[in-house]
């Protein structure tokens, strides 16, 4: 635990993430204690969430006195004032595109924060285009600008114009999301003329995709392995379907997957897959394979088997699918070449977690404003010089003369391969 001498605040925080979800026991610690400061104000902490804005917008910034200890000053009075815009209270306000600088000071004591202004805004995306929430959970929203050269910097609540359902979800000044009621809403963000969309669905219900009463017609494949499918009386809740494996025949990557009679539709957009596994925890890799609505194919990976018994497993599904998507397969795959054993496990209950249907915003196709004409190259109007091929040796992209030094050497040397 510790507290960060920049915030100025006396409030502690973990500042490591355990692997494993916790704080670990340790034999043995390591404690650093500061001095009691005196409280009296030596300089400031200026923080923002960007240190971009765009001409006509706002950065809030957090201004945060500290002691000569970096401990809080008992008194955070200051005054701020700007460059390349114009400061009220701890917000810049933005002007024309360039070099800018937020400042604050009392007496003698300041600290300036540079910033950027970017170019004009040229549009928008929100940073997720999906946010599904469950009852009562929170999430941030953010909406992300970019200008003509697609520098980006997120946008300020007090400089967007929000509109949604307000009986489905709050947004608070923050912009975090509050699930208020299970439906789906469409977040629409307008700024300086330009709009994006984010769907947002709270709540969600488990479709049945697989209970295995047809584990008879599901079959068996494999790569650099083999094994079969067999029904399993003993399922989780009911029959089950069996899969076993022999991983001793090579020592590449081997997979044994089940399949069904025919693929397995799943309605709505999904937020994730999941299913019970019963495993001796030998560390198979899982993966579902799925098949989106234009036909493309794509594994979706889990956990490694590492317990003994029953375990739900659950993976994501990646929003960017095109839905409706079909499950395909399920896999039990071994990567690593040193484990060589014979396995098996049992697959019951496949569910689907669907959130309430709402129609996803549409991806926007970007593209370069570049033309090519008679050789010669025009970027917005301004025509370059004339195109050339690259040369023997030389990387794609990669911009030098003819006969730049090296390239009669690299010439003779294909000449010669090619003999």
Request: glycine share 10%; hydrophobic share 30%; proline share 9%.
């Amino acid at each position: 635990m510790t507290r960060s001498p920049s915030t100025g605040t006396t409030e502690l925080k973990m500042v490591n993430t355990p692997s494993d979800g916790g704080e670990r026991p340790v034999p043995n610690g390591l404690a650093l204690y500061a001095p009691t400061g005196s409280g009296r104000l030596t300089g400031f902490d200026v923080q923002t969430t960007s240190r971009r804005v765009f001409p006509g917008m706002t950065r809030r910034m957090t201004v945060r006195g500290h002691d000569e200890t970096f401990g809080p000053a008992t008194n955070n009075e200051h005054v701020t004032r700007a460059t390349g815009g114009w400061a009220i209270g701890d917000t810049f306000h933005a002007s024309q595109p360039g070099p800018a600088g937020f400042t604050a000071f009392r007496g003698a004591t300041t600290k300036t924060t540079e910033l950027t202004v970017l170019g004009r805004l040229a549009r928008l995306a929100p940073q997720n285009a999906r946010i599904s929430l469950s009852q009562d959970e929170q999430k941030p929203l953010q909406i992300n600008g970019f200008d003509a050269r697609s520098f980006s910097a997120p946008i300020e609540r007090a400089d967007l114009d929000l509109s949604y359902d307000r009986e489905i979800i709050a947004v608070t000044p923050d912009l975090e999301i509050k699930a208020l009621k299970p439906g789906a809403t469409t977040i629409r963000a307008r700024t300086q003329g330009k709009e994006t969309r984010v769907a947002v669905t709270v709540g969600v219900h488990d479709q049945l995709i697989a209970a295995f009463d047809d584990a008879p017609q599901w079959t068996f494949g494999s790569a650099r392995a083999t094994g079969r499918v067999t029904p399993e009386p003993e399922g989780h809740t009911g029959g089950g379907l069996k899969l076993c494996y022999d991983f001793t025949q090579s020592t590449g990557t081997r997979t044994a997957y089940a399949v069904p009679p025919k693929p397995l539709q799943i309605e709505g957009q999904p937020l994730s897959l999941a299913a019970w596994v019963h495993g001796s925890g030998q560390g198979e890799w899982t993966a579902f394979t799925v098949t989106d609505s234009t036909g493309q194919s794509r594994s979706l990976y889990g956990p490694y088997i590492t317990w003994n018994g029953w375990n739900q497993i659950e993976v994501a599904v990646p929003p960017e699918l095109k839905f409706p998507v079909q499950l395909t397969r399920f896999t039990a795959i071994e990567t690593k070449a040193d484990r060589s054993y014979r396995g098996e496990v049992i697959v019951d209950d496949i569910t689907a977690r669907v959130p309430p249907p709402i129609a996803l915003p549409p991806t926007a196709e970007l593209r370069e404003d570049v033309i090519v004409q008679s050789g010669r190259v025009e970027v917005r109007g301004h025509v370059g010089r004339p195109v050339r091929r690259p040369q023997p040796g030389q990387r794609p992209g990669e911009v030098r003369p003819p006969h730049a030094a090296g390239d009669q050497a690299v010439r003779r040397r294909v000449r010669r391969d090619q003999r």
